[in-house]
């Protein structure tokens, strides 16, 4: 059985994806050794090529804005008047993040549009192998049960926990490695310094991603 994760656009605008593997009982990052597959219903991926879509002109939007605020800051508008100026929280998150970076507005555009997109990717992941370690309807019926060579049956309304998935997963979480580069790339802008705003930022996102982290079950 493959499952399809998501459908990413690489930087050349390509499309790609990323899957997974039923063999037996478990899910693995790489097919099955007998070479069997066996086919699963109900799996769109017209449906998650139009959620990259969308996620992809999201992040636009963001990079335009952060753009804007740049030529702002370039204008004279300090910090606090930038602030004063933003009618909700997002707002006020996106500007004390690029009041926090350097460079030109098509650098900081660029920088600010590609972490949009990275990030929703790995959102995208993690909600696919959740969806993914799921057991799939009629599977546990379809077959005939003989009570005499049978376990006792495991209740399948349970929400998948961190565990779980790395059980049905090979002890592989795709979603880990990603997480664990973005916890090494909020520490690297840690150590590049800024003001208190800045900081506070940065340590507020590396929890996030922690706490994220636990809940998977990322070793």
Do not use: H
């Not at 909700?88 to 004390?96: D, G, K, Q, T, V």
């Not at 376990?151 to 990603?178: E, H, L, M, Y």
Request: proline fraction near 3%; charge should be positive.
């Amino acid at each position: 059985m493959i499952l399809s994760l998501i459908v990413m656009y690489g930087p050349s605008g390509s499309v790609f994806a990323q899957s997974l593997f039923k063999c037996g009982n478990a899910y693995q990052d790489r097919p099955c050794e007998n070479g069997k597959l066996e086919t699963i219903k109900g799996i769109s991926t017209s449906s998650r090529e139009a959620e990259s879509g969308a996620a992809d002109a999201a992040c636009s939007r963001r990079g335009n804005d952060a753009q804007k605020i740049v030529w702002q800051r370039e204008g004279g508008l300090t910090l606090e008047q930038a602030l004063s100026q933003a009618s909700n929280s997002a707002r006020r998150n996106l500007i004390e993040e690029v009041y926090g970076e350097r460079g030109t507005a098509a650098q900081v555009r660029s920088r600010i549009e590609n972490e949009c997109i990275a990030e929703k990717e790995r959102q995208a992941r993690y909600a696919a192998l959740i969806e993914a370690s799921k057991p799939l309807k009629g599977t546990a019926d379809s077959q005939p049960v003989d009570n005499r060579i049978q376990p006792k049956a495991v209740p399948t309304n349970v929400s998948a926990s961190g565990a779980d998935i790395r059980q049905r997963t090979g002890g592989k979480n795709p979603a880990c490695a990603d997480l664990s580069m973005k916890i090494e790339e909020i520490k690297s802008l840690q150590r590049t310094g800024g003001d208190a705003r800045t900081m506070e930022g940065y340590s507020r996102k590396l929890k996030e991603t922690q706490q994220l982290m636990q809940q998977i079950g990322c070793a």
